[in-house]
């Protein structure tokens, strides 16, 4: 896994957290993924402060750019790790709709992911449940 400062794990959060409200619920379960994002990364941070401030940046956000320009300067493989959080929040909640879809069609265009990468991370965690 690779290593990303404390920064970038808040800014990437944000980004999680736009992903769990974009279909307007956003769940304990979904906060509880972010978490486990975080804690992945910041072992040693308080999950609850981050997540905190992930969801401020976000409340106060409405670019998307921000957020995906900390994850682009990164190897393919912390891509695919992100892209990973990023589906589970997705499809949690058991339902893809068309905005949660566009969302990360959107996102891997900015990261350069091409979607036949995403649809994989997506089929394996389907797969998975």
């Not at 808040?10 to 972010?34: C, F, P, Q, R, T």
């Not at 949690?92 to 649809?119: H, M, W």
Request: hydrophobic letters at 40%.
């Amino acid at each position: 896994m690779t290593k990303l400062d404390k920064k970038s794990v808040i800014g990437i959060s944000a980004l999680l957290v736009h992903a769990a409200n974009i279909d307007e619920i956003y769940s304990d379960h979904e906060k509880d993924l972010v978490r486990d994002f975080i804690k992945s990364y910041l072992k040693d941070e308080d999950t609850t402060q981050i997540l905190s401030k992930a969801e401020e940046i976000e409340n106060n956000s409405n670019q998307l750019l921000s957020f995906t320009k900390i994850i682009k300067e990164n190897s393919m493989d912390t891509k695919k790790e992100i892209l990973e959080h990023l589906w589970k929040i997705v499809i949690s909640d058991k339902t893809i709709d068309q905005f949660e879809s566009n969302l990360l069609r959107r996102i891997c265009g900015l990261i350069y992911v091409p979607d036949k990468i995403s649809a994989e991370i997506k089929l394996k965690l389907l797969n998975t449940k």
